[in-house]
Each structure stands twice: as structure tokens, then as C-alpha cells.
């Protein structure tokens, strides 16, 4: 029997309950107990109430509701090892023997951390008084399952992250509300759509939504007059009897010097060079909100299903896993690879070989 503790952390994503709910349902199914650690890695490092077990009926809701019923943070304290010791010596506390982590690559980077530093943690909470020999030898190990809870589907190790469908259909919804009235009034719009270093979200809603122009951190238009390539693609099809114009823009878009290209900038291209009535819409905190879709709650219950399976197969010298989906199988992975691999494709477009960026990302896609 294990007792696993289960945390939210960065920002929140549609599906994230579900997932909560499958981890919790699966531990009592399968003869754990499960503990809920409220506002992500803040819940750890300050410990006492901020963790609690969690009962069958705790969950009982949680696959229709958005964001995070358990709370996320971003937790300064965690970054720093005194931070972390804490974490450790609360999880100890609690006779908390393996941790779910549901986040984006910030906090599995962080999850992995505490595992590497796990063995020397407890040897010095034993020196320190602050833990009994008994247990430095009991909780020699802790077994970390992370899941990526992500709108911006930026991580190298599952073809889908928890949220990135829910988000879609909410930017999709929203492009939609946005093109009746552009249609209305033959407006142009320029919607900045989040993702941050990842394309994924505006390439998808652009495909979607039909948009006439596109731009992503991953393929930075290949010239520099890129602005009058659009301004003809877009007369072009007005011409030919459109009456809107649309234009998606990642909040990461980078023309090829890596400079940003910014959605005010297109609007203002728009007005001068082709006269268009021209708006923006800057879509913010409306993509992370409203309840997840199908697919996350179907994503998020078959990972959290997993994970506990994944926990209980584990060895003392099993790494800390990510559980993914790759071609529609659910999948289990060594962290570290995975935090190594997007590692490399970020720093691949700050070093403008986007070629390798996209490689490197159809490769852990192919795995
Ligand atoms: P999102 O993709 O939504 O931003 P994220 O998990 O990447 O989610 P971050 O803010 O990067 O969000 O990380 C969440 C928390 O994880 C941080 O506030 C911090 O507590 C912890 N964390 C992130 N990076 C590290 C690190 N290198 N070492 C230790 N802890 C970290």
C-alpha cells in the first residue's frame, strides 16, 4: 500500500480535474491513499493543512469543471533547495511515499529536481534532528509520476498535454463569435492566440477557423518583406469576393531575426497598406477557462489511471516517469528525457535552427 500525494502546479489547464479525480478514484481502487497537496508546490513547502487525504466523494463533480479544484501556485520557494527540504520533510511527515505532479515543464523540471535530490534531502533532515533514523531508511526513495497539464501542448514526450483540446475548442468558439461580426462589417482581425514558445495552438485554430494568414515561433516567415507577401495573399482574397480578413498570431511569434512579431504591428500593416478596417483581439485568460472538452477529460482519466499504475510497478531504481500519448496509446517515459528533449527544441529556435526544432519535436512525436 503506497500513500500518494497529488499536486496541481504553473498554470491551470482544463482537464486537470479529471486527471485529479482518476489519481484519487484509482489510488482507493487499487488499496492506496491518496493526499491531496493544495496550490501546487506553495502546498508542499508550507505543509499542515495544505495536505490532506482525499476520500472517493472529494472528486465527486470533477470531470465537467475547469482549472484546478486543488489550486496551483508558482512557488518562488520551491526553486530554492531549502524550499525543496521543506517539501520533502512535510511529504515525510505525512508518510507520503510517492507524488503525482500535474504541470507544465516548469514543474516537472521541478519534480525531477526533487527526485535527483531526494537521497540527500533526508540524509540531512536526520542530521539535522528533524527525522528519525527509522524513517531516513523507510523513505529512502520517492517515486514522482508526472503528467503534463499544459494548454500549450509544448512538451516533447506526449503527442497531446492535458488542456491543449480544451483551449483549442475555446480559441475556435471564440474565432467564430469574432468572424460574424468581421463579416459583418468586412473587417479585418488579427487574434493573438496563447502557446507560448509552441505553435501548436495557433496552427491548429487557424486550420480550423479557415484563417488567410498564420504566424508561429516554429516557421518564421522566410523573408524579410513578409508584410507584403500577407498584404497580397489577403487583396488576393478579397478580390476574389471575401469580405473578412484573418490573421492568427502566436503570442511566441518571431520573424527570423527572432524579433517578436507583434499583433498590433499586423493591424497597423493592415490599415496603412491596405486600408482595412482592422482589429485586435487579444484572446488572454478566456483559452484556459470553461469546462474541459471530451478529449481532456478522456486524456486526463486514462493518465491518472495510469500513473497509479505506473507507481505501483515501480522499483527503488525506477526514474520519475511522465505518462503521455503517443498515436493514441497511453505511454510511460523516463522525466528526464522528456524535460531534455523540449529543452532542446527551445533552445533550438533561440538558436534559429527551426529546422532541428521541428525534428527534434516529430521525433518524440514518432518514438
Ligand atoms: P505553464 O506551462 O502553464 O507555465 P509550468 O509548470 O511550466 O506551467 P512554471 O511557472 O514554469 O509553470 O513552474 C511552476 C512551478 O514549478 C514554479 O513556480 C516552481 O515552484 C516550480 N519550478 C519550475 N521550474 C523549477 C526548477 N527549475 N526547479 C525547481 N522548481 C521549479
Known amino acids: 500500500q503506497k500513500n500518494i500525494g497529488i499536486l496541481t502546479s504553473g498554470g491551470d489547464a482544463q482537464g ?21 497537496i493544495y496550490e501546487g508546490y506553495q502546498g508542499l513547502v508550507d505543509g499542515g493543512a495544505k495536505i490532506k487525504e482525499a476520500g472517493w466523494t ?10 484546478t479544484m486543488i489550486g496551483t501556485a508558482r512557488c518562488k520557494a520551491f526553486r530554492e533547495l531549502e524550499g525543496r527540504r521543506t517539501g520533502v520533510l512535510n511529504l515525510i511527515k505525512n508518510g507520503i ?56 501542448n509544448d512538451l516533447a514526450s506526449t503527442d497531446m498535454t492535458i488542456g491543449a483540446c480544451s483551449s483549442l475548442e475555446r480559441i475556435c468558439e471564440s474565432v467564430d463569435a469574432i ?29 480550423s477557423t479557415g484563417a488567410d494568414y498564420l504566424f508561429i515561433p516554429e516557421a518564421p516567415p522566410s523573408k524579410d518583406d513578409w508584410e507584403a507577401s500577407m498584404c497580397k495573399t489577403l487583396k488576393a482574397s478579397r478580390d476574389a469576393g471575401k469580405r473578412t480578413s484573418l490573421v492568427i498570431v502566436a503570442e511566441g511569434a ?7 512579431i507583434k ?10 497598406r491596405l486600408g482595412y478596417d482592422t482589429r485586435v483581439t487579444i484572446l488572454g485568460h478566456v483559452q484556459r477557462g470553461g469546462a474541459p472538452a471530451h478529449f481532456d477529460r478522456f486524456l486526463g482519466t486514462m493518465q ?42 527551445a533552445q533550438a529556435i533561440e538558436s534559429k535552427d527551426f529546422a532541428r526544432a521541428i525534428s527534434l519535436r516529430s521525433a518524440a512525436f514518432s518514438k
Open 179 to 207: 468572424l460574424s461580426t468581421a463579416l459583418s462589417h468586412q473587417r479585418a482581425f488579427v487574434v493573438e492566440v496563447m502557446g507560448r514558445h509552441c505553435g501548436w495552438l495557433a496552427l491548429n485554430a487557424a486550420i
Open 97 to 152: 511515499d510517492a507524488l503525482v505532479v500535474i504541470g507544465g515543464d516548469g514543474s516537472l523540471t521541478g519534480a525531477d529536481r526533487l527526485r535527483a535530490e531526494w537521497p540527500e534531502h533526508v540524509r540531512a533532515l536526520e542530521k539535522a534532528g528533524l527525522i528519525t533514523k527509522e524513517n531516513a531508511e523507510k523513505y529512502r526513495t520517492l517515486m514522482i509520476v508526472g503528467m503534463v497539464g499544459s494548454i500549450d
Open 254 to 260: 518571431i520573424d527570423r531575426h527572432l524579433n517578436p
Open 263 to 272: 499583433a498590433e504591428y499586423i493591424k497597423d500593416i493592415l490599415s496603412t
Open 16 to 36: 486537470m480535474n479529471p486527471c485529479v479525480r482518476a489519481v484519487v478514484r484509482m489510488a482507493i481502487a487499487r488499496n492506496c491513499r491518496p493526499f491531496f
Open 58 to 67: 472529494d472528486v465527486s463533480g470533477f470531470l465537467a469543471l475547469g482549472g
Open 304 to 345: 491518472g489511471a495510469e500513473a497509479i499504475e505506473a507507481i505501483l510497478r515501480a522499483k527503488p531504481d525506477t526514474p520519475s516517469l511522465v505518462i503521455g500519448m503517443l498515436e493514441n496509446k497511453i505511454t510511460t517515459q523516463p522525466l528526464k528525457e522528456a524535460i531534455e528533449l523540449t529543452g532542446q527544441v
